[in-house]
T-cell receptor, first 112, second 113 residues
């Protein structure tokens, strides 16, 4: 079983719609969680951290369910500029020894 | 100017050749990493370094070596390139306080024929 699993998509979603991605992780001792965004042929960039209580950043909401070992990302009122691949990232080590494991990514295309 | 730079950006080489990929950063971060990305496999860690005197193998270090020449420089070498090392290679940095926030370079696309 992969350490971090994501639905690869692609998700083709009309502009203005709401879309959600899930990601599961296998290591129950994982410490912290993130969503990174990667545009085509570009480097990944941090989108947001995922906190236990859930967190929002504008149109983006991230949730963590430790019991079921999954994290989610919700994008509301999607924009054309949201088209990208979204990488689920899990840190399995403690503070000071961070080691990130990346999911394979979920490709999102926003359709005009 | 970019905070994390990689050279070359693209390289085509032949089987058996020695290749060096270079990474430089101006962020002042102690930690540097080399990843490769393949379609369907995501980013996989090759080597990482938490400071100049520290070098650690990642999950796929076979066939690769690294050198941390200075805090700002971390190079990746393929001693004898083979076709299955064709991939997109990323260098990344992070610091101790925000160790899980990675800053990636623009990537090097390597093709081994």
């Amino acid at each position: 079983r992969k350490e971090v699993e994501q639905d690869p998509g692609p998700f083709n979603v009309p502009e203005g719609a709401t879309v959600a991605f899930n990601c599961t992780y296998s290591n129950s001792a994982s410490q912290s969680f993130f969503w990174y965004r990667q545009d085509c042929r570009k480097e990944p960039k941090l989108l947001m951290s995922v906190y236990s209580s859930g967190n929002e950043d504008g149109r983006f909401t991230a949730q963590l369910n430790r019991a079921s070992q999954y994290i989610s990302l919700l994008i509301r009122d999607s924009k054309l500029s949201d088209s990208a691949t979204y990488l689920c990232v899990v840190n399995s080590e403690g503070f000071g020894n961070e080691k990130l494991t990346f999911g394979t990514g979920t490709r999102l295309t926003i359709i005009p | 100017d970019a905070d994390v730079t990689q050279t070359p950006r693209n390289r085509i080489t032949k089987t058996g050749k020695r290749i060096m990929l270079e990474c430089s950063q101006t962020k002042g971060h102690d930690r540097m990493y080399w990843y490769r990305q393949d379609p369907g496999l995501g980013l996989r860690l090759i080597y990482y370094s938490f400071d100049v005197k520290d070098i650690n193998k990642g999950e796929i270090s076979d066939g690769y070596s690294v050198s941390r020449q200075a805090q700002a420089k971390f190079s990746l070498s393929l001693e004898s390139a083979i076709p299955n090392q064709t991939a997109l290679y990323f260098c990344a940095t992070s610091d101790q306080l925000q160790g899980a926030r990675f800053f990636f370079g623009p990537g090097t696309r390597l093709t081994v024929l």
